[in-house]
């Protein structure tokens, strides 16, 4: 008897405590920076990089089969914490946490999801960020690369990300999935790497080029860079840094990324501070304006501005040719969003379907502007998983 | 007989000169700059510029009953030179001529038309702006008046135009029209002087204010200059001038202006020179990219860097009480303007509908982005005949 309450109760306590495990694991998803290091890489423009090393984190497990990962690839001031967290007492998971984990739409339960850091990513000064660029140490002189950094696109991005999957022992993606920069990322990989893609999801993507708008957007983001003297042309590392430029940059960004209805909601015409009037003193701000400058303050202390001008370069080459993409693809724009507004996956849509790719497309229908292809992405969750299902 | 062939040729050649004189004056519709000098001006923020003058330019004849007055407002980089040429020579005429000039939609044999220079106009090298502005020598001190001067908005710079209309013997207008920054000053216009409008045109306007996100996005535009460490503060005059922040700020408004469409037809991914391939280094340029930092360059040669900080200002603080407005009112946005797209012309059309005032709409269906508003103008001549006759 006592051993059969006994048993009665710890198989009723194991089975609390699984079920307790389950939704801490759905809540909690624990991930941890792994580092992937390639002797030499030969960049498309023919130089050599040695000593390549990007972060990726993963979740869930490779099937038999290896044929069940799916590949989330960054925007443009993202990194590889695409879900989970670091540790239980992290505030914040990943930036798509909403779709990625144990019974999630990208489900972790029956796929092998990873996350890279790319090449020239813009946090260096992030903990879990690891990465090669500008600022790190070019192993021929002993010192940071600066603008003697090979100059790399998204495809380069793309060639580590398979020498990762290669080591890892994938030989098929399931998909490859991005927001943004990410959508440059996955678009990229299929065109690249027709046989190995079968899905890709384009989130909040430009299509299948950058078009000369966006070459020239680009280049305004970067231009505060240069125009600080402190960057030096890219060499300040050991010396003061072109905080201000990148600061600018990332307020560039930032702003590149709203809308007037973020504007509306969150500002409207508010002062920056009470009393100060900005109709009577030039330097008395909106609240809008003191909430972009400290959004690119705050960033800037976490980045470098060499990997920002580097990043805005990759961002500019992107082209790929649409009938080199064979996968199904899924594009998700954002209703509002003025940076890549829905016409452009629309175009790449059409150009798709023309050629007989299977598209699905689904438009996040909110105001908030781009941003909301990464904090919204919850609203597409169904989509996303119809479309891996299919 | 003689006499009689004589005087039929003469008749007649009398006929071709009218005619040709006629077709002449309709195609070089010859302007000068006048000079208004206002001895002292109180801002909205109650500071004092002694000696202000600003230019402006006329055509068509006042009526007995001055009522047929139709005030033109420039645009953020534009000047008082809205139409004709300043001598039969000049290759461009101005900016709007399509439709201002005898026989045309603004019809200066029917109306007085009057176009003048803003306070704080940006162009203070252009041998035909006058304008008062930081650059300006305050009489007080001897020496240019630079960051000291008073922050001015909108509504000062209608203040100043009344104050010119009142010196010219013009009680009522039978409209007042602009394109952009004009457009802000044609409504700011109507709510300041109910009784004095009687009808104003919005072209590639905001509506009745500026929001959050366009508040955000003058701030941006103003930052490079702030960045250039040849700012001093606004203290350079006589010094080496912060021309590489001002040419970048000149660039931000001339991409603003543009569209996706604008960059496809005029440059896709065409490199800034052939043999310069931007993906084998970071300086090499894509060509929209050149051709952006030229026209950024050639602007920066003519205007001065805090005038621009004190337009980016003016611009900010624009916000009017859609209820003041009695006027009749005709919105002409672009279907392409990304920096006011058409959905905050027919939110302030609704707006004014609602209250009762009388509404005209008409968008301009081209793809070339906001400039289109001026260069495209003559596709909205018809709009604004049949709304002047109204």
Known sequence: MKRSIRSTLRAAVGLVLTVAAGFAFAQDLIVKTEVFTLPSYTTVGAQTI??????????????AARDNAILVCHFFSGTSHAFGKYSAEDKAAGYWDAI??????????KYFVISSDTLVNLNTRLPNVVTTGPATVNPDTGKPWGMSFPVVGIRDFVNVQKALLDQLGIKKLHAVAGASMGALQSVEWTAAYPDVVDRFIAVIGPGVETDAYSVGMLDLWA??????????????????????????????????????????????????????DPGKAYGNLYAVE??????????????????FLYLTKANQLFAVDPQRIRAKALFVPVASDLLFPPVLSRRAADTLRKQGNAVDYFEIPTDGGHIDGVTQIGLAAKPIADFLAR
């Open 50 to 63: 040695k000593g390549v090393r990007v972060g990726y984190q993963t979740a869930g497990q490779l099937n």
């Open 100 to 109: 990625i984990g144990p019974g999630k739409a990208i489900d972790t339960n």
């Open 223 to 276: 231009m505060p860079i240069r125009l600080d003297p402190k960057w030096n042309k890219g060499d300040y590392y050991g010396k003061d840094e072109p905080l201000d430029g990148l600061a600018e940059a990332l307020k560039a960004v930032t702003f590149a990324a709203v809308s007037p209805g973020w504007g509306d909601k969150r500002f409207g015409r508010k002062w920056a501070k009470e009393g100060e």
């Open 290 to 307: 003191s909430a972009l400058n400290a959004a690119g303050a705050a960033r800037a202390k976490t980045s470098d501005a060499n990997h």
